[in-house]
Structure formats: C-alpha cells, structure tokens
Nanobody, 123 residues
Framework: VQLQASGGGLVQTGDSLRLSCSVS????????MGWFRQAPGKEREFVAS????????FYSDSVKGRFTISRDNVKNTVDLQMNSLKPEDTAVYSC?????????????????WGQGTQVTVSS
C-alpha cells in the first residue's frame, strides 16, 4: 500500500487549501483513513479521520469547524479541505491508513503512512 499526499503550499491567514491523499494497493474502501500533522520541534498531531464508508468522521478540537475530511472510494482518495487557515496550522501534513474500519485519532492505530506535504500559513 502506498499513500501520496499533495496540495500543500504557502498561503496567508484566512485562506483555504485542499489536500489530497492518493492510495494505491490494498482495498482502500475497507479501511479508515486519517490526516496528521507535524510542526518543527513538535510531536505529530492528529488532525482528522474518517471511517471506511465515510459515515463517521473525527476532528481535533484545533481544527473542528474549519477542516473537513472526505473520501472517494472509487478514486481511492481522501481529502482534507482546510478553511480559515491560521499560522499555527503550519506543518507537514501526512495521510495514513488504519488496520480497521473506523475513524481513529491515535497514531498507533495506523499502519500505512505517506510522505507529507508542507503547509505554510503566513500571518
């Protein structure tokens, strides 16, 4: 299973970005997916997750109401729509696939990880 995140960039406070994670190999529609981020000098942080069917989603308090996770089980992609971006959202964003069908927030629940995409929000 390979995961590839894309869509990052440099934006200003209040702008929007849409990240996309393309997954190849395995049976994408069977597993929950998640987005995590890591800022320089900080630990990896949970951002959002979605169940295998897309019916359940889970967000960190820091992004709730601003970010939306979605998936397309035909295209094998999971997206993260990020609105009202803030400088504290600056980080490398990575997507990951769980062992399970649900939406989880702990990194230990995830088995496959993709290389991240940099998001930088200037003030």
């Amino acid at each position: 299973v390979q995961l590839q995140a894309s869509g990052g960039g440099l934006v200003q406070t209040g702008d929007s970005l849409r990240l996309s994670c393309s997954v190849s190999g395995g049976t994408f529609s069977n597993y929950g997916m998640g987005w995590f981020r890591q800022a320089p000098g900080k630990e990896r942080e949970f951002v959002a997750s979605i169940s295998f069917s897309g019916t359940s989603t889970f967000y960190s308090d820091s992004v709730k109401g601003r970010f939306t996770i979605s998936r397309d089980n035909v295209k094998n992609t999971v997206d993260l729509q990020m609105n009202s971006l803030k400088p504290e959202d600056t980080a490398v964003y990575s997507c990951a696939q769980t062992y399970y069908t649900g939406a989880f927030y702990q990194p230990r629940e995830y088995y496959y990880w993709g290389q991240g995409t940099q998001v930088t929000v200037s003030s």
